[in-house]
């Protein structure tokens, strides 16, 4: 008789097999339920249109703590609670105007203040305009020419750039007003931070010197059409001046909330798995990409887990992060209550680069952490998703990894991303049904995976 | 003396690793310029806005093949020429009516005919309606219930599908009218082959018997808004009628082109290359990413070889192929003229899947083929093609497996494309730049490798 037995590898092998296709399954189920009952598109439509901008300590943003506590409730979270936070309170006000002058000509520019930016005086200020093309040009011009001007940062959005042009731009964004304020500049205009070419400007948080040494000037952005425009004229003609006006202000911090809705852990409750976006969003359009996809899709992964009758381990957090565009207190909050209350985050989730067609989850964590999850890689193909490269997660999650969590971010195809992002066309119309869902059940598989699993 | 040796797969290795560098600086230089000095945008702009709607056939049609050959030249061809084929020639006519009529009561649907359908008699025809949700149910209900009846294919694009749900669906729109004519339906009316929730119709070519012995009867598209309220009020209802009004008719063929863009191999020019996409389109809109996008990036990557001064060894073909849409006249003709000439095409790939961020190439080929072109893949995944799985070209390069040439076809996110596919909303708009630049790149740096290395 001969002697039947399998080895040990492939007795492994079989037994990862059978475990990869009934997690399939699984992934296949919640695919299923997101595509066909998902509520994550008619929830995103509902904050766009009902709600709309939501920018920290305005109405609107205490309306989404209210709308998306009661959407985590209807999703079937067991408890939601809120967590008080401080936040920024600024306000645009009245809107902008930034006119170009030469000679005895006008011209108005499309354009809006920075975020976060001082406003001018009540009347306005007008100054000649200087242009410097980025941060060298700039320093080599130095005092003297640049003392009592307006400077325009003219820096594109680099075209060569696949990945990582707004990395690379937005430091003028940031760091401009206060590079050309060190230089006795009295404002600063900059080129919007987008690939795209057209008339729609784009704000953003600009940063000024933290410790009160360098004089707080006014910042705004015009439209990258505007920008190719003032560049001809300024080499067309010796003396151009910006006046600008700008109504904005910084009023006393108000109080927000994180908003949490939470599935506890069956088996072990005291693993924390997060998964978010954040609900504040910049005041020009609807924060439909930056990132009412992000939170809608979070609330859709509780929904599909529940709706599809997985009984997690672990204790599962959608939160629903505050005031990720101007300082992240809400980020700060929940990561300072976690580490309070010694909670035991293992694995965390964001969406916040634009609910376009993922492909990929950008991953951190050590290298077994990251050959586990990319170990489960073919059950996301099927979705879309192709890579899991190394990678952090988002402003929101990334305070959880000094507490050990392994944190990971959804990576969609970025290209029409900026081309919204913080302009009057951040609205749901931009969004595709499917592309949303799938960024959900990308997000809804990973949980399951890692509450089946560990990490 | 220690012997110094390199052992030969290490030196194997080094020579790869060698390679792919310089390709790797090869193909950035292509991107860099597709970028930066890329045409493909502006010439779909002319395409889209200045000839627009280009059905076989037609005016514009005859306009786009001398347009492109102009663009070929520009882009620096050496030689453009014409390949005449005899095409279809299929209009529309005037606007389309078809309006449901219940008791007193009437509303009018948001309809166009299919593709190739023939009209209704002058004055329209009228008749029950009757909804079937597929093959089956037709089957069922048989000649009783459906003889002299109009027949409502109300299949959806299965939302589970993330890939396939069109080819799924497409069988209703290609079948439909031949399957419910057999039963004796007097005419057809199908929901439009799209997962997005609107009030645009879609057309596309329906199918009828070639050999004459199943009546033609007129079919049309409705919307999905239009559908799911014709299947509610159908619900309720038991007498519903629609009332159809369809001018198009199937005119003489015509004498039409595809248009050749060539340069000359420089060390094997018997070898063939073939970049292509159609330069018909339906007649509903701008035909922007159907197939707009397939010949502007086809005729741009004849412009980033040339003006990134790659010298090519083997001989490059960029094809606008005709009347992909409705009969595929032009892709048999390229493949006929191939063969009597005795060509020898070595690889050809084909840009018609929309013209948004591809993610994956697909190929066919022998496994060695196949094996080498995945070989290149990490020369791709910095412009985001992640995967290179097995596949077939499409409708205009599939020809060309017969005489032996390896196929190979963009796989885009599709997510997007079949909201625009055939409708209304077909146009420049929904097309984004980089995405439109970043298809280019791919197909570029595949013709750069093919001709380097062969196949």
């Known amino acids: 008789m001969r002697k039947c037995f399998i080895s040990f590898p492939i007795l492994f092998i079989t037994i990862c097999s059978f475990a990869q296709q009934e997690d399939s399954i699984i992934v296949r189920r919640l695919a299923d339920d997101i595509f066909k009952n998902g509520k994550a598109y008619d929830n995103l439509h509902y904050l766009c249109k009902n709600i709309g901008a939501r920018l920290s300590g305005s109405a609107n943003a205490q309306k989404a703590v209210e709308t998306t506590a009661r959407m985590l409730k209807e999703a079937g979270a067991d408890t939601v609670y809120f967590q008080p936070c401080m936040v920024p309170h600024w306000v645009r006000g009245e809107k902008e105007q930034g006119i170009i002058q030469w000679g005895s000509n006008k011209k108005s520019l499309h354009v809006c203040a920075l975020g976060m930016s001082i406003g001018t005086a009540k009347n306005g200020i007008s100054a000649e305009i200087i242009e410097v ?5 700039l320093k080599n011009a ?17 075209p060569e750039l696949v990945l990582g042009g707004y990395s690379d731009a937005v430091r003028y964004r940031r760091e401009g007003p206060l590079e050309a304020a060190k230089l006795g500049a009295v404002a600063v205009m900059i080129r919007s931070v987008t690939h795209a070419l057209d008339y729609n400007p784009h704000t953003g948080a600009t940063e000024y010197d933290t410790i009160g040494v360098v004089k707080k000037i006014p910042a705004m952005a015009c439209s990258t059409k505007d920008a190719e425009w003032l560049h001809q004229l300024l080499q067309k003609e010796k003396k151009v001046s910006l006046f600008m006006k700008m109504f904005c202000e910084q009023l006393p911090d108000v109080q927000s909330y994180n908003v949490v809705g939470e599935i506890k852990g069956s088996q072990i409750p005291v693993d924390i798995i997060t998964v978010g976006g954040h609900l504040d969003s910049w005041d020009l359009a609807e924060g439909a990409h930056d990132d009412g996809t992000g939170v809608m899709q979070s609330v859709e992964v509780l929904r599909a887990l529940k709706a599809s009758g997985i009984k997690l381990k672990r204790t599962l957090h959608v939160v629903m992060f505050m005031n990720e565009e101007n300082d992240a207190r809400g980020a700060d909050k929940y990561e300072e209550l976690a580490a309070k209350n010694k909670e035991h985050h293992i694995f965390a989730i964001e969406s916040d680069a634009g609910g376009f ?3 990929a989850i950008e991953i951190a964590g050590t290298i077994a952490q990251k050959l586990k999850l990319r170990s489960w890689l073919p059950l996301f193909k099927p979705y879309g998703v ?5 990678g952090g997660g988002g402003t929101d999650i990334e305070p959880l990894k000094k507490i050990g969590a392994v944190v990971s971010e959804l990576d969609p195809n970025s290209q029409r991303y900026f081309d919204h992002h913080h302009s009057p066309i951040d609205i749901f119309e931009a969004v595709n049904k499917r592309e949303l869902e799938l960024g959900a059940i990308s997000m809804a598989a990973i949980v399951y995976l890692v509450d089946k699993y560990g990490l």
């Open 133 to 137: 093309a980025n941060f060298d040009e």
């Open 142 to 158: 130095g005092t003297d020419k640049i003392k009592g001007k307006i400077v325009f940062f003219n820096y594109p959005m680099r």
């Open 357 to 359: 067609g993922v492909q």
């Open 386 to 390: 192709y890579d899991m490269p190394d």
